[in-house]
């Protein structure tokens, strides 16, 4: 456990502390490497087979016109 040097009052405080116990607890640290990791393949994966490999930036933007997220430049 990291010994506090202030109490934490705002978002940032808590990541401070969170950042200082990860430097601290190497396991720690590499298990959340790990996740993350994971949690990128899967994303990539994902996307992968939602908008295909060859066209992706094609058929994603296509996606979020479809869906009015983007909006087209020229009408």
Avoid: H, W
């Amino acid at each position: 456990m990291v010994k506090l040097k202030f109490i934490p009052k705002t978002d940032l405080d808590y990541v401070e502390l969170y950042a200082e116990e990860l430097k601290q607890k190497k396991d720690l640290f590499n298990q959340q490497r790990q996740f993350i990791n994971n949690q990128i393949k899967a994303s990539q994966s994902l996307f992968s087979n939602m908008f295909g490999k060859k066209n992706f930036k094609k058929n994603a933007r296509q996606f979020l016109k479809e869906r009015g997220i983007i909006k087209p430049l020229y009408s």
